[in-house]
């Protein structure tokens, strides 16, 4: 009995993916490859299990075992954060984090302030397009010329516009973040301070990014980034917040949780715990660093001039082409990455004039720095020679190559 013999129809598509995934380079800086453990834990019956509450108050019965498997889920996020006082395991998504703790900090209408969407902030971050934007008022704070946030402009705004809450983090910022300097900002105009770590959760945790905790009153954040857990979201608080956030989790913002994919996160906290992953981390960072480099020296423009992080913003804003034209010509030599608008984006966020790119994928695979920039060479050379149907063929073989003789763990 298996999906492959009862359902050939669903069957095609799925191990097509399965073979996407092996064949093809991924570099979008949001995704990553997780092990065969987490795959077991997702798979598992305690998808069939309702546990709406917390381990000890559920409204269900038969939840002895899921209570301990959601308890070591707790306690290893909390092992994990340096610094961290309490968390909810249970959002379904980094975006369900975010509406969690803006539900638990605020009421209709108040104020937010977060990194402009164009600038590498998230839509869950006050864009007008999500709830954030519909049920608040957002501002925004912007990077400035060089790429970078300016600390002055965000005071500047944030004594004006008196937010309620200050948003810090993003999607698409290749810089640290200095949140002792944003807490000095929220202090001075009462707000709450938020950081959604939802990228680089992971560096966070081995060490290797300025963190959030001790500074801010909530910390929200992805698993499944460079964290390398399932497809997830939680959320931290100051201890005495935790009562109002495990409210606006459940019943605030959500049903039931998925237990199946709590376990799942519990078995990528055990990983995350351990020492190797502090060294896949900084291998994370050292094969963007060879990127960055190998990319300038190619004539790119990165966004910031480099990055402190895993992720890297290529500005093709002078390139006789898109993003999007560039995330096609890519693809077709099966090196996957996602367009993205640039600060002062001048096109659409269809068309935009960036590319995204990012190592935590590639790194699971086992690619050192010497591979990092080859690839950032096969990158250029797709893009330089993009009407030369020949040299993209060679640049997809050896692309292929390259993840053949590194496969997918798991
Ligand atoms: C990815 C991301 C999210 C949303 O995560 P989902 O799991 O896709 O909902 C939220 N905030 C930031 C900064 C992100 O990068």
Redesign the pocket.
């Known amino acids: 009995m298996s999906i492959e013999t009862n359902d050939p129809e669903l069957f095609q598509p799925m191990s097509a993916e399965c073979l996407r995934q092996q064949e093809d380079l991924e570099l979008i800086a ?1 995704e990553n490859y997780v092990s065969a453990d987490v795959l077991e834990a997702l798979g598992s019956v305690l998808t069939n299990k309702y546990a709406e509450g917390l381990p000890g108050k559920r409204y269900y019965g038969g939840c002895q075992h899921v209570d301990v498997v959601e308890d070591i889920a707790r306690n290893r996020a909390l092992a994990l954060f340096a610094g961290s006082e309490g968390v909810n395991v249970q959002p379904h ?6 509406a969690a703790v803006y539900l638990a900090a605020l009421k209709a209408g108040d104020t937010i302030l977060g990194l402009d969407l164009s600038n590498g ?5 006050g864009s007008p397009a999500n709830s954030s934007g519909k049920l608040y008022r957002a501002v925004h704070y912007k990077v400035n010329d060089e790429g970078r946030i300016d600390l002055d402009q965000v005071r500047d705004i944030a004594r004006r516009e008196r937010p309620r809450l200050l948003m810090t ?3 698409a910022y290749p810089r640290h973040w200095d949140w002792a300097a944003f807490r000095s900002i929220a202090d001075e105009v009462g707000a709450v301070l938020v950081a ?4 680089v959760a992971g560096l966070v945790a081995a060490g290797l990014h300025p963190t959030p905790f001790g500074h801010c009153d909530y910390v ?1 954040t ?1 698993t ?2 460079t964290l390398r857990g399932p ?3 939680m959320a931290f608080a100051r201890a005495d917040l935790m009562k109002g956030l495990n409210s606006a989790v459940f019943p605030g913002t959500q049903g039931g949780p998925l237990m199946h994919v709590i376990a799942a996160k519990a078995v990528a906290f055990r990983e995350a715990l351990a020492p190797a992953f502090t060294t896949y981390q900084a291998q994370v960072l050292t094969n963007a660093q060879a990127m960055a480099t190998r990319l300038t020296e190619r004539g790119f423009r990165l966004v910031s001039g480099g990055t402190d992080n895993h992720l890297m913003l290529i500005d093709l804003s002078d390139a006789p082409y898109s993003g999007k034209d560039a995330e096609a010509v890519l693809g077709s030599v099966g090196i996957t990455v996602n367009k993205n608008t640039v600060p002062n984006e001048k096109r659409s966020p269809f068309v935009t004039s960036g590319i995204r790119v990012g190592t935590p994928a590639m790194t699971t695979r086992g690619l050192t720095a010497v591979d990092a920039a080859r690839v950032a060479d096969l990158f250029a050379d797709a893009l330089e020679q993009r009407d030369d149907a020949e040299r993209l063929a060679d640049v997809r073989a050896e692309v292929h190559a390259l993840c053949g003789r590194h496969p997918v763990p798991a």
Not at 196 to 199: E, L
């Open positions: 949001s998504s980094g975006a369900q984090a975010n902030g998230h839509l869950t971050h983090g993003a999607s959604d770590i939802a990228h929200t992805t499944h980034k497809r997830g979201g």
